[in-house]
């Protein structure tokens, strides 16, 4: 593959905007499109989790797990999805995962006491795993469906789609959870996974180059020799190692996911409603992380050193914002530190992203961005369960721990700087 559309440091073709990236790809049109349903659903499905647990339990640790819940699939199922998405039809991958979550999502309507809360984490890794196929299948599709010169716009879209629906589920899933019930948000999310598959069954993707045969072992069809070999691949590339390692850094500080439905309930509820007050802290995340993207346009026509550079910054500019929220007694405040901090992690996801989908061959792609995600979701599980560890048993005050969180932020983007002569001495491979 040819790398040097991004390594390069002359001028680049000029991209598309978004609206013009919509237009002349279709095929991107439609994975965009079933995105922002799907996800929309997902913010209606989250708040009402949230809510649905802490009514019935009243426990930080409890929201804590549902967090567990949802990132352990992707550690657990990582290298089998990565080896799937390499092996098989990436919109068939697509396709089924939405189908079996539709299902799995309407199992949640079943809980009604706090002794059966467990089937909310049963449910929630079911969904998940599910989700933990869908993800590498998607992430390495887009470099076939767009061009290469078109990457930072697409994957900027994404980032923001993802958090404008944040912002919109969450602005509407919280009142109509309050209104209607969790009950509502369970159906809504399934439906959203059935148009979601409906739309993926449209897309085409190019038919991919045959494989290599090989003679077949137990270790070839369990997925174990192809995992090994993608292994073997992000080893020799020091460069792929660090960009594929940036997330999983981010999501060290994960915990904050659980702190924001606990601020939302004991410091900053909305007229007394735990559901509002939670709601307005993640529609201030979402707003972060969709203004963020849009500002890494102005380095769209930059080098990639540049956007090595925004992504040491970005783990500055989020760690200062976290202290910064955690020590204000000022709601607007509050939510104004906590959009900042997520504009920084939202331009180190889609700078990360942008370069291991033009750094990777496409035959490599699938395992190594399922291994990222099995990464991050295994540093986000840990964050997650530690915090609610330092709420419920030793009893830490929620503004304690983000304070924390937020200095633990900024050791990554020092060793970020601090190590780049190391690895962004490796040339391109072609």
């Known amino acids: 593959m040819d790398t040097t559309t991004v390594e390069q440091t002359g001028q680049r073709a000029r991209s598309a905007g978004y609206v013009e990236l919509l237009r002349r790809k279709p095929d991107f049109r439609l994975l965009w499109t079933g995105q922002v349903i799907s996800q929309l659903g997902d913010w209606f499905d989250t708040i009402a989790l949230f809510t649905l647990v802490q009514n019935l339990t009243g426990s930080g640790r409890a929201v804590a797990l549902i967090l567990v819940a949802r990132f352990l699939p992707s550690v657990v199922l990582g290298p089998l999805s990565g080896v799937v998405a390499d092996r098989f039809n990436r919109r068939h991958i697509m396709i089924a995962s939405d189908a079996a979550r539709a299902v799995v999502v309407l199992g949640f309507l079943l809980v009604r006491r706090p002794e059966q809360v467990w089937i909310v984490y049963v449910l929630t890794v079911l969904q998940l795993g599910f989700s933990s196929f869908f993800e590498p299948a998607r992430t390495a599709a887009i470099p076939s469906v767009v061009p290469t010169r078109d990457l930072v716009t697409a994957n900027s879209l994404s980032s923001v789609t993802w958090s404008a629906m944040l912002t919109l589920g969450a602005a509407i899933g919280g009142p109509v959870t309050k209104w209607f019930g969790t009950d509502a948000a369970f159906v809504i999310d399934s439906l959203t996974y059935v148009v979601s598959a409906l739309l993926i069954a449209f897309v085409a993707l190019p038919r991919?180059?045959?494989?290599?045969?090989?003679?077949?072992?137990?270790?070839?069809?369990?997925?174990?020799?192809?995992?090994?070999?993608?292994?073997?691949?992000?080893?020799?590339?020091?460069?792929?190692?660090?960009?594929?390692?940036?997330?999983?850094?981010?999501?060290?500080?994960?915990?904050i996911l659980t702190l924001l439905p606990v601020f939302g309930e004991k410091i900053f509820p909305v007229g007394g409603s735990a559901a509002l007050g939670m709601s307005v802290l993640y529609v201030a995340r979402g707003i972060g992380t969709a203004v963020g993207p849009v500002l890494t346009r102005r380095f769209y026509s930059e080098t990639r050193q540049q956007m090595q550079c925004a992504i040491g910054l970005s783990f500055v500019v989020a760690g200062v914002f976290y202290v910064a929220f955690g020590t204000t007694t000022s709601f607007t405040l509050a939510l104004l530190f906590v959009a900042?901090?997520?504009?920084?992690?939202?331009?180190?996801?889609?700078?990360?992203?942008?370069?291991?989908?033009?750094?990777?061959?496409?035959?490599?792609?699938?395992?190594?961005?399922?291994?990222?995600?099995?990464?991050?979701?295994?540093?986000?599980?840990?964050?997650n369960y530690l915090t609610g560890e330092a709420l419920d048993r030793f009893q830490l005050s929620?503004?304690?721990?983000?304070?924390?969180?937020?200095?633990?932020?900024?050791?990554?983007?020092?060793?970020?700087?601090?190590s780049r002569r190391h690895w962004d001495k490796e040339l391109p491979h072609g």
């Open 340 to 383: 900042v901090a997520h504009m920084g992690g939202s331009v180190l996801w889609v700078f990360s992203t942008v370069l291991l989908q033009t750094g990777v061959e496409d035959n490599f792609r699938g395992r190594v961005f399922a291994a990222e995600l099995m990464l991050m979701t295994l540093a986000m599980a840990t964050s």
């Open 398 to 418: 929620p503004r304690a721990v983000v304070a924390a969180i937020g200095v633990f932020f900024v050791i990554p983007g020092l060793l970020w700087f601090a």
């Open 208 to 255: 991919r180059p045959p494989r290599e045969k090989k003679k077949l072992t137990l270790a070839k069809a369990l997925g174990v020799t192809d995992t090994l070999e993608g292994l073997r691949y992000v080893r020799s590339r020091p460069r792929v190692m660090a960009l594929l390692l940036v997330k999983p850094a981010w999501g060290l500080g994960g915990g």
